[in-house]
Nanobody, 124 residues
Framework: QVQLVESGGGLEQAGDSLRLSCAASGRAFSSYTMGWFRQAPGTEREFVARITRSGARTYYADSVKGRFTISRDNAKNTVYLQMNSLKPEDTAVYYC?????????????????WGQGTQVTVSS
């Protein structure tokens, strides 16, 4: 089992940058595929990005491709989401998630553990 705690959310202006962090504790962090999801009010939780166990491969939703970067530091048990060129439509609660499977993709149902979320608000 792993516990996940997100941090770094806040209120930003359009065009600004923000970095989210997700600290993990518990079982070996490097054994998990890690993902970031987000949920705006009245919408379903949607995939943002994921990273393989070693960090060698990353995948992104089309809506954030070229603007967001997911990375991980297995020595620090932490996964990051660097968000650049923020837009008002990026406003959401951002969740960190961990999966036991190396084959996990973009569905939230493929992830086994979740953090409590951190709010990101982008004003125009």
């Amino acid at each position: 089992q792993v516990q996940l705690v997100e941090s770094g959310g806040g209120l930003e202006q359009a065009g600004d940058s923000l970095r989210l962090s997700c600290a993990a504790s518990g079982r070996a962090f490097s054994s998990y595929t890690m993902g970031w999801f987000r949920q705006a009010p009245g919408t379903e939780r949607e995939f943002v990005a994921r990273i393989t166990r070693s960090g060698a491969r990353t995948y992104y939703a089309d809506s954030v491709k070229g603007r967001f970067t997911i990375s991980r530091d297995n020595a620090k048990n932490t996964v990051y989401l660097q968000m650049n060129s923020l837009k008002p439509e990026d406003t959401a609660v951002y969740y960190c998630a961990a999966s036991n499977s190396m084959y996990s993709g973009s569905s939230r149902y493929e992830y086994d553990y979740w953090g409590q979320g951190t709010q990101v608000t982008v004003s125009s």
